[in-house]
């Protein structure tokens, strides 16, 4: 488990929760992170295969749309154990240079990882500033009430493609007071500062 979340751990029993992903990075990062007593079920799990259409122009809508069409659909699809809560986060890139590009767009800047990558360095060739940063915004709904909370870790891309770890853009980013990319980090470290595991902390502050 997540050191961050070492301290909160007892104070969960049994809490099952639906992460509306089926993204399999994702998942795996959520679980490894999240305290024990909190089990996250995947939109696979409870029987969600469609794909939901982020048509919001801002992370907190994303995040929002997500979450809400999973509430809706669980009022029509009864589950065989208790759902506590629902969350989902949607995240972006924001890269100094760029006027904050590419936002809301990171996950289809270019069509596909590699592009999106190869993209953000080839937008950023030449220029002297390569401050960026990754904001998490999860939407939790639970108890008929919405709450969103964000977290955010700053850094810099890198100049080139480093490690094999991670998804998306962690070979081209490196976290403020490292000096490799989250891609060369071991996942513990990554989960301990990312900003999705800043968001989580916070999101663990707002179930008790």
């Known amino acids: ?20 992903s089926n993204n399999a990075h994702k998942l795996e990062e959520v679980r490894a992170i999240m305290p024990e007593g909190i089990d996250v079920l995947s939109l696979r799990e409870i029987g969600f295969e469609d794909d939901i259409d ?5 992370l907190e809508a994303n995040s929002l749309i997500k979450a809400d069409t999973i509430r809706q659909w669980l009022t029509t699809h009864p589950q065989p154990k208790t759902i506590d809560g ?5 995240t972006g890139l924001e890269i100094d240079a760029l006027n904050g590009a590419p936002g809301v767009y990171t996950a289809r800047w270019a069509g596909e990882p590699a592009a999106n990558r190869a993209k ?6 030449g220029k002297t500033n390569r401050n960026a940063q990754f904001r998490t915004v999860i939407t939790l709904i639970k108890n008929g009430h919405t709450q969103q909370v964000e977290g955010i870790v700053r850094g810099k891309m890198a100049e080139a493609e480093y490690g094999h770890g991670g998804f998306g853009y962690d070979p081209v980013f490196i976290p403020e007071g490292y000096e490799k990319t989250f891609a060369e980090l071991p996942a513990e470290t990554k989960n301990s500062i990312s900003h999705r595991a800043r968001a989580l902390a916070e999101l663990v502050k707002i179930l008790r």
Do not use: P, S, Y
């Open 1 to 20: 488990m997540c050191k961050v979340f070492r301290n909160f751990a007892r104070n969960f029993l049994n809490m099952t929760l639906v992460f509306a």
């Open 54 to 58: 982020e048509t919001g122009t801002t």
């Open 86 to 90: 629902i969350f989902a986060d949607d």
């Open 120 to 125: 953000a360095l080839r937008e950023l060739a």
